[in-house]
């Protein structure tokens, strides 16, 4: 029987990104800011649940958005109505992600 030969292609992927997930983290912490990360898939409601949360408790809470999207900066648009800060980020690929700071006072 051949021996078989592992060849771990993710590990140094998995690796760089776990460190800047850690960065990420402790300037988060450092600044005491709460981002939650909001995924789901296309229609699901992501950019309603914002603009509403944004409705609810913008006033008294600082909110930011970073938007994902594989093109366009519609929702990003929709967002900056709303007059929060807001950045687009294009991966074009197919991810699709959205992320949301939460700063408690
Ligand atoms: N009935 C119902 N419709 C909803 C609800 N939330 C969102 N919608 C509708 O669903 C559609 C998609 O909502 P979006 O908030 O744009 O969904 P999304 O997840 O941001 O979509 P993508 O950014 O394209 O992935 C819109 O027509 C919304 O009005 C809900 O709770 N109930
Ligand atoms: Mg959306």
Not at 2 to 7: L, R, W, Y
Not at 34 to 52: D, H, Q
Not at 56 to 65: A, C, H, L, Y
């Amino acid at each position: 029987m051949m021996a078989i030969k592992v060849i771990r292609v993710q590990e140094d992927i998995l690796r760089a990104n776990d460190e800047i997930a850690r960065q990420n983290a402790a300037l988060l912490k450092k600044k005491g800011i709460t981002m939650i990360n909001i995924m789901s898939s296309p229609g699901a409601g992501k950019t309603t649940t914002l603009m509403r949360t944004i409705e609810d408790i913008g006033k008294k809470t600082r909110i930011g958005v970073i938007e994902g999207d594989v093109a366009s900066s519609v929702d990003a648009d929709k967002i900056a109505t709303r007059s929060v800060p807001v950045i687009q980020i294009n991966t074009a690929g197919d991810v699709i992600w959205m992320l949301t700071c939460l700063n408690m006072h």
